[in-house]
Structure formats: structure tokens, C-alpha cells
């Protein structure tokens, strides 16, 4: 028994995308034919490309400014595209949380920009140490309070020292304390009086000792 040729071509990928435009057509007139409730069963079209609702022309407009934006801050070359719309939706979510992260970062770096590079003015104390202790200080004028800035050496290490604010009518206020190191300490000290009502400032250690003490004008 001999073989046959067969005339018939062998179905390839031109006759699939016919088949499935064919199928498409088919899954329009049956959506036509039930109305807006749509046919019982999905159609393959729709099972292969899922429908995708409408993208607000604005939307895309903002995204698009925002990829620019970015392009434009790193340097890069941004090449006008033309996005589908599940592109569109994709790229509306990574543009929201851009924004949210961008809206973070926002208020970290206006934290630095709020701070002068050159730091607040000092105002130099005079300080009158007792014998083995060595010192100097500054103040800072602050809207809240006055700080302190300390540099002390002399102190007992492992010792507790505590600082009070002098008021000018005659009330201390603890601006915190600290304990004695070897060598040359630098504190800052903070508390809730005024530049304007500060009389001067005392540091008292173990006992209540007085080991140094501030007078201003």
C-alpha cells in the first residue's frame, strides 16, 4: 500500500490567530445576543486577555510627568512610548508609592535644611571650678529653654553629677546629669528656663558636693 501526499496544508501559527479572531467573533455575538449580563460561560478571548477598565486620561498625563521628573533627576533619557493600559495600571501603582515614599523623604531632608550648618550662636560662661576640677562652658539660647555646652575633666569616674539651672528668682532647675569619666567630658546639659530669667548654673556630685558652679551678668 503506498502513501498518499495530502494537498492540505499543515495547520501552522497563521491559521491559529485566524481560529482565535474567529473565536473572538463569535464570543461578540453571543455578548450582543445576552444583552449587558454577558453570555453563560467566559469566552476564550477573555480567559487569554482578561478586560481592563478605562484609564483616566489624567492619570496617565500625571504618571507620564512623574517618569519625566525621575528621568530628568537621574540623568537619564526617557523615549516617548506607547504603554497598554495594564502597563498604565502598573506603572500608577509604582508612581502612588513613589509619591508616598517621595512625601517621606520630603520631611526627613526638610528636618536638615530647618538646621543652620554653621550651628546656634554661644554665648561663653564664665565658670569657677572647684580644686582638681578644670572646666569652661557656653549657652544656647533656645525659644524652649537654655542649653548648656560643658567641658569638664577632673571629675571622679563612675561618680554621679547632676546640674541645676539657677533661675534669677532663685528657683534650680535640674538640666540632667551625668556620670564622671577619665579624662576630658563633653556634655550637654538642657533645661526649662529662659536665657532672659537664667541666673547661672551649678553641677553638685557625690554627697552634694558643689563641683562647679556658673555666674552670669
Known amino acids: 500500500m503506498g502513501l498518499v501526499a495530502s494537498a492540505d496544508p499543515v495547520p501552522g501559527p497563521e491559521l491559529a490567530t485566524a481560529d482565535l479572531d474567529q ?3 463569535r464570543c461578540d455575538h453571543r455578548r450582543s445576543a445576552h444583552g449587558s449580563a454577558g453570555p453563560p460561560r467566559r469566552c476564550l478571548g477573555e480567559a487569554i486577555e482578561p478586560p481592563v477598565p478605562p484609564v483616566d486620561p489624567s492619570q496617565v ?7 519625566q521628573e525621575a528621568a530628568a533627576g537621574s540623568g537619564a533619557a526617557v523615549a516617548p512610548t506607547v504603554a497598554s493600559r495594564r502597563s498604565l495600571l502598573r506603572m500608577g501603582v509604582a508612581a502612588a508609592g513613589g509619591i508616598a515614599a517621595g512625601a517621606a ?8 535644611w530647618d538646621e543652620d550648618p554653621a550651628g546656634p550662636p554661644l554665648e561663653a560662661a564664665s565658670v569657677r571650678p572647684a580644686e582638681g576640677v578644670a572646666a569652661s562652658a557656653n549657652l544656647i539660647n ?12 577632673g571629675l571622679e569616674p563612675g561618680a554621679a553629677y ?6 534669677t528668682d532663685g528657683r534650680r532647675v535640674s538640666a540632667g546629669g551625668f556620670v564622671g569619666t577619665d579624662g576630658l567630658m563633653k556634655c550637654r546639659n538642657n533645661g526649662a528656663v529662659l536665657r532672659a530669667d537664667l541666673q547661672g548654673f551649678a553641677v553638685t556630685g557625690p554627697g552634694g558636693t558643689e563641683v562647679l558652679a556658673s555666674e552670669l551678668n
Open 23 to 25: 473565536h473572538r467573533r
Open 61 to 67: 498625563a500625571a504618571i507620564r510627568a512623574l517618569a
Open 105 to 112: 523623604g520630603f520631611a526627613i531632608v526638610s528636618r536638615d
Open 142 to 153: 533656645h525659644t524652649w529653654g537654655t542649653e548648656v555646652l560643658l567641658d569638664v575633666s
Open 162 to 167: 547632676t546640674m541645676d539651672l539657677v533661675a
